[in-house]
C-alpha cells in the first residue's frame, strides 16, 4: 500500500462547479498535512496546511480526520485558473529523515469554461 | 518566485554517465531536501541536508549522493545514470529540519537519459 494515495483522476469540470479531492494515508505516526498544487511543468507550491479543526482559504476548503487517515480538499466555485495537478502530502515528523514530505501522485483538475 | 534557483534547467545524458545538479536555497534557509519527480508521479523524497550534513535519506541507491555547502548551497550527484533516471529533480529549502517548516522548491532541473 502506497503511504499517500489520491483520486486518480483527472477531474474535468465547468466553471464554478465544487470539486473535492480525497487522499488517504498509511503512517498513523504522521504529524502534518498538506496540499500543493502543481502547474504543468512547474515546481510544486504550497496550496494550504491542513489540520484537525479544518481551515477554509477563500474557496478552498481542507478537513482532516486522523481517525480515518483521511484528508480532503474542496473547491468551491471553481476558476479556469484552478486547472492543476493537486498533491495530497503529509510529512512524518519532526527532524531527520522523519522531516521529509511524502507526496501522492497527485489528481489532475481541468476545469473548462 | 521562491528564491530558490537550480541549475541547469535541462540536461540530457546518456546511460553511465555521471551528472552533478546545483540549488540554491532561499536566503536564511540552512536546509535543502532533494526529490525526483518522474512523469505522471508525485515527487520522491531523495535526501534531505541540515547544516551541511545528510539529514535523512529515501529509497534511493548510492549512486544518489550530495553534498551541502557552508551558504547552504547544494548538490545532487548522480552516478552510472540509467534510463529509469529521467525525471524532473527539484530541490526544496526550509528555514530548519525541524517542525513543519515550509519547504520551498525551486523550478527543477529535467533530465533526460538517453
Known amino acids: 500500500r502506497k503511504e499517500v494515495e489520491q483520486d486518480p483522476g483527472p477531474f474535468n469540470v465547468p466553471e464554478g462547479a465544487t470539486v473535492a479531492f480525497n487522499c488517504t494515508y498509511s503512517n498513523s505516526a504522521s504529524q502534518s498535512f498538506f496540499w500543493y498544487r502543481q502547474d504543468c511543468r512547474k515546481e510544486p507550491k504550497l496550496l494550504m496546511s491542513v489540520y484537525s479543526s479544518g481551515n477554509e482559504d477563500g474557496r478552498f476548503t481542507a478537513q482532516l480526520n486522523r481517525a480515518s487517515q483521511y484528508i480532503s480538499l474542496l473547491i468551491r466555485d471553481s476558476k479556469l485558473s484552478d486547472s492543476a495537478t493537486y498533491l495530497c502530502v503529509v510529512n512524518r515528523g519532526y527532524g531527520g529523515s522523519q522531516g521529509n514530505l511524502i507526496f501522492g501522485k497527485g489528481t489532475k483538475l481541468s476545469v473548462k469554461p | ?114
Open chain 2, 1 to 114: 518566485e521562491t528564491g530558490v534557483t537550480q541549475s541547469p534547467t535541462h540536461l540530457i545524458k546518456t546511460r553511465g554517465q555521471q551528472v552533478t545538479l546545483r540549488c540554491s536555497s532561499q536566503s536564511g534557509h540552512n536546509t535543502v531536501s532533494w526529490y525526483q519527480q518522474a512523469l505522471g508521479q508525485g515527487p520522491q523524497f531523495i535526501f534531505q541536508y541540515y547544516r551541511e550534513e545528510e539529514n535523512g535519506r529515501g529509497n534511493f541507491p548510492p549512486r544518489f549522493s550530495g553534498l551541502q555547502f557552508p551558504n547552504y548551497s547544494s548538490e545532487l550527484n548522480v552516478n552510472a545514470l540509467e534510463l529509469d533516471d529521467s525525471a524532473l529533480y527539484l530541490c526544496a529549502s526550509s528555514l530548519t529540519s525541524f517542525g513543519a517548516n515550509e519547504q520551498f522548491f525551486g523550478p527543477g532541473t529535467r533530465l533526460t537519459v538517453l
